[in-house]
């Protein structure tokens, strides 16, 4: 495993995508500060000193169809979680399909990206770092201070767990435990569907990654690319 450490880029995701020639599976980009670091959909992911910045590559099994590399958000996603809770004991739950909440707040983001036959996941974690004032109210860290690149090495071997599961068929194993964790669940959310709008109450996360949602007592399932959650909730 490589774990190249950096002071400043604009995202760990662009410079392991640009360099990717270079990187094997579970090798690690790290970064002190981001520049331009993203999310889902473009979103800005604000930076700030001691947070725990890092993407890893992923070469896929080649035993597995592609269509099932649409659950990687799903398994990076609760990967983190449990790499989290050896790191320091909390009520972590997992919002569908890229975020870590705790105290109902945003402790992570997680962001995979396709670059070929390969797959590059980045992640951002507050762990040591002051959440500024105006974000307060949406963004949690940890209670503790931690050494960070202990916690990025946790995540990424907490990962290879997770995937070599995966691999070896193990995906609905996997998904009980992702909806014990399923922050949405039984919440009041709005869900954009194009230009229309619905009230709905979350339910759990599909064998096939989407998200069930009742909706005028009618069960629809969602994939992350069609719908968009409104911020707050009902």
Avoid at 68 to 97: C, F, H, Q, R
Avoid at 205 to 217: E, H, P, Q, S, T
Wanted: net charge neutral.
């Amino acid at each position: 495993m490589k774990f190249l450490k950096l002071d400043e880029i604009d995202s760990t995701n662009n410079y392991m995508k640009k360099n990717i020639d270079k990187f094997s599976s579970y090798d690690i980009v790290s970064a002190k500060n981001q520049t331009s670091g993203r999310g889902r959909r473009g979103n800005t992911w604000v930076s700030s000193k001691g947070m725990a910045l890092f993407s890893f590559l992923l070469k896929p099994d080649k035993k597995l169809d592609i269509n099932e590399y649409t659950k990687l958000p799903l398994i990076a996603g609760i990967a983190t979680l449990s790499a989290m809770k050896k790191i320091e004991e909390n009520d972590y739950k997992y919002k569908w399909t890229n975020d870590i909440y705790l105290e109902e707040k945003k402790l992570s983001g997680i962001l995979v990206e396709k670059v070929e036959n390969d797959f590059v996941i980045g992640i951002g974690i507050n762990v040591n770092n002051q959440i500024p004032e105006e974000i307060k109210d949406i963004a949690v860290s940890l209670k503790n201070k931690h050494d960070i690149d202990k916690v990025i090495l946790t995540v990424v071997e907490t990962f290879a767990d997770y995937y070599n599961k995966f691999s070896s068929g193990e995906w609905l194993d996997i998904l009980d435990e992702i909806n014990k964790y399923n922050f949405l669940k039984n919440k009041k959310i709005k869900v954009n569907v194009g230009s229309e709008v619905y009230n709905g109450e979350a339910l759990d996360i599909n064998k096939d990654g989407r998200l069930a949602v009742k909706i005028n007592n009618e069960i629809k399932y969602f994939n992350a690319g069609e719908i968009r959650i409104e911020k707050g909730f009902i």
